[in-house]
């Protein structure tokens, strides 16, 4: 089966540390590959996503991500966190579905930045 | 960019008493929408998606129905609420592509009690 797994729930690291949220996927064919982030109480936003080219995917905030087709994985990466970097993160695949496309979210991942 | 609209922001409601949650989508023509819902604050759970009005498919059997009677309008209703489906309701819409990013509304949160 085509999925997404995210394999820690929470990712606590302090402030000015480097970040990495993990992301590994089952799809076949050629993944499009994208992160998203979930503030308290609002509604998902879009932070990158691969679709081809170069592995690393530059994005919003200063996250980068890194695609890795021998190990099916698109961490999510920042060099130094900032308090206001926590969240809910979302990985995500766009699949073929019948009638069109469609998006299988990760189960998400909390990252907690302590100042 | 695409900006979705979600109403109300937040809702009590009784249980057995109906449901109707209203998205609506500006900056493009024809968008597939999503219906989302979210407990507890984690993973998202697809409850219907649309790609053209009236066309409704269904990811999951439950208490809830959607209807899309515009391009850019989509309702998300029950007849009779239960405990069950309290959450945190997203609408989202994408253009179809294969490397279309989605767009979410900001939410309404449901308390049934």
């Known amino acids: 089966a085509q999925s997404v797994a995210q394999p820690e729930d929470q990712v606590n690291v302090a402030e000015g540390n480097p970040l990495t949220v993990k992301c590994t996927y089952s799809v076949s064919g050629n993944p499009y590959l994208f992160w998203y982030v979930q503030y308290p109480n609002r509604g998902l936003q879009f932070l990158l996503k691969y679709i081809t080219g170069d592995n690393l995917v530059k994005g919003s905030y200063g996250f980068e991500a890194e695609f890795n087709k021998s190990q099916t994985s698109f961490h999510l990466k920042k060099p130094s966190a900032l308090v206001s970097d926590s969240a809910l993160y979302f990985c995500?695949?766009?699949?073929?579905?019948?009638?069109?496309?469609?998006?299988?979210f990760g189960a998400g991942t909390r990252l907690f930045v302590k100042a | 960019s695409q900006t979705i609209h979600q109403w109300p922001a937040t809702l009590v409601q009784p249980v057995g008493s109906p449901l109707s949650l209203e998205c609506t989508v500006e900056?493009?023509?024809?968008?597939?929408l999503y219906w989302y819902r979210q407990a507890a604050g984690r993973g998202l759970q697809l409850l219907f998606y649309s790609v053209g009005i009236g066309q409704i498919s269904s990811e999951v059997p439950q208490n809830l129905s959607a209807s899309r009677p515009q391009d850019r309008q989509f309702i998300l209703s029950s007849k009779k609420l239960l405990l069950s489906d309290s959450g945190f309701y997203l609408c989202a819409s994408d253009s179809g592509g294969n490397q279309e990013t989605q767009y979410f509304g900001p939410g309404t949160r449901l308390l049934v009690l």
């Open positions: 995500a695949v766009r699949l073929r579905n019948t009638g069109g496309f469609k998006t299988i």
């Open positions: 900056g493009t023509s024809n968008p597939n």
